[in-house]
């Protein structure tokens, strides 16, 4: 009874100091904000990277080039390059990428992913602009590359091509169906065509009829790709140790309008420029060629590759082709002159597919360490990095309004 008569008199004195007070002091220790306190590094990023990171990142140790002690030197990156941008995305952010957990390798490693609330503290830096201290400013934000607009380039005029009237005599017949080594799907069409053993099958998408197959004795396509207008089929492959061709067939009369290359080993990717004028093709061999697609004169080989190339693809607007090996290699170049345009280091496994963009503006890469990158071809940096496969990712494709569909070995 006592106790209670106690804490009624402790809340009644509390609520006469508060309503005393209320009007008094707190109404003179209140001051307007100017929003959102500011995030930095010396005041909340670098205690957090203390607890985690100065053992391996610091003056003392730069572990792969990098130092995270001060600001300065983060901003300087380490061996792979910049680690934060300005541009207000931290999707973009390889710092982001790592200790999030969105790419490898994980940090900390052999340790527990960072708390939560420290991650969304490194977030709020990156996303306001990566502030040194309370003084600094943030810079105002870069046009995000991802911004894009679809397009109809490569739409023919009237109805897009498909197949009139081919043949559907099958080279090789087996009692069991074989696996489809490749899958390419017309940019206008309901069609498809799938790679067999010493064929390619043409298919309607919306009814599922066989429209016509396409031979290939040289062996097996490895790859098929139709051409920006998709008049044209362009197929890759052969036999191993024994031939690699790349072909291109004509989508309407089934023709095989032009063939390059005499591999010693089969064609692993195929691709033509925008005007048909040129074909690019790689494989085992580590040798990205070029030839004339006109005459089948080879032109020139870059030989940068020091692994098989698993995937080779001309830009829209046949500036560049790019081109990706097994050893995660990635590359693009400039189509005229194979000169080296960049070198896009972040993958840890194979480069299984690669796909432009329509604008030319951004590449898309899959690989085998279960992620695709997306590439601002102009800066040559990652714009983001997104987990799409635990097992492999072994294809990825844009679409017309720049979406991205990927396959995998889940």
């Known amino acids: 009874m006592c106790s209670t008569r106690f804490g009624n008199v402790a809340l009644s004195l509390a609520s006469i100091l508060w309503a005393s007070s209320s009007a008094g002091v707190f109404a003179a220790d209140a001051k307007p904000t100017d929003g959102p306190a ?17 053992n391996c990142h610091s003056q003392s140790d730069k572990r792969g080039g990098l130092a995270l002690d001060s600001y300065g030197a983060m901003m300087e990156g380490g061996g792979s390059g910049e680690i934060v941008y300005d541009d207000g995305d931290a999707e973009t952010s390889r710092l982001w990428q790592l200790v999030n957990h969105d790419d490898t390798p994980v940090m900390p490693p052999n340790q527990p992913k960072i708390a939560a609330e420290q991650l969304q503290v490194i977030r709020s830096w990156i996303e306001g602009g990566i502030l040194e201290n309370s003084g600094s400013k943030a810079k105002a934000k870069k046009k995000n590359a991802l911004a894009f607009v679809a397009s109809s380039s490569g739409r023919p005029e009237g109805p897009p091509p498909m197949p009139e009237a081919l043949p559907q005599r099958v080279p090789v017949v087996t009692q069991r169906a074989a696996a489809t080594t490749a899958i390419g799907a017309s940019p206008w069409a309901p069609l498809v065509a799938l790679a ?85 093709l790689g494989g085992p061999q580590r040798m990205l060629r070029i030839f004339d697609a006109t005459d089948g004169t080879q032109l020139f080989d870059i030989k940068k590759h020091t692994d098989w190339i ?8 046949g500036v560049l082709v790019a081109s990706g090996d097994r050893s995660g290699g990635l590359f693009v170049w400039e189509a005229d002159t194979g000169r080296l345009y960049l070198d896009l280091a972040g993958h840890k496994g194979a ?10 503006n951004v590449l898309a890469s899959a690989s085998e360490d279960g992620t695709v990158k997306l590439w601002d071809v102009n800066s040559g940096k990652a714009i983001r990095s997104i ?24």
């Open 38 to 54: 500011k995030v930095t590094f010396e005041d909340d990023v670098k205690p957090i990277l203390r607890q985690h990171c100065f």
């Open 196 to 280: 067999g053993q010493k064929q390619i099958s043409l298919y309607h998408t919306e009814t599922s009829e066989l429209l016509g197959v396409l031979p290939f004795e040289e062996g097996i396509p490895q790859s098929l790709r139709f051409s920006r207008d998709g008049q044209f089929l362009i197929a890759g492959g052969g036999e191993h140790s024994v031939q690699g061709i790349a072909a291109v067939y004509d989508i309407k009369t089934g023709e095989r309008v032009a063939q390059v290359g005499d591999e010693l080993d089969t064609v692993f990717d195929a691709d033509v420029n925008d005007n048909m004028s040129r074909i690019a």
């Open 310 to 317: 698993y995937s080779v693809a001309y830009s829209p607007d």
């Open 351 to 360: 480069i299984r597919s690669i796909s432009w963009r329509d604008d030319s």
């Open 387 to 410: 987990n799409a496969g635990s097992g492999g990712v072994t294809s990825v494709q844009f679409d017309h309004k720049g979406q991205i569909v990927t396959a995998g070995k889940d």
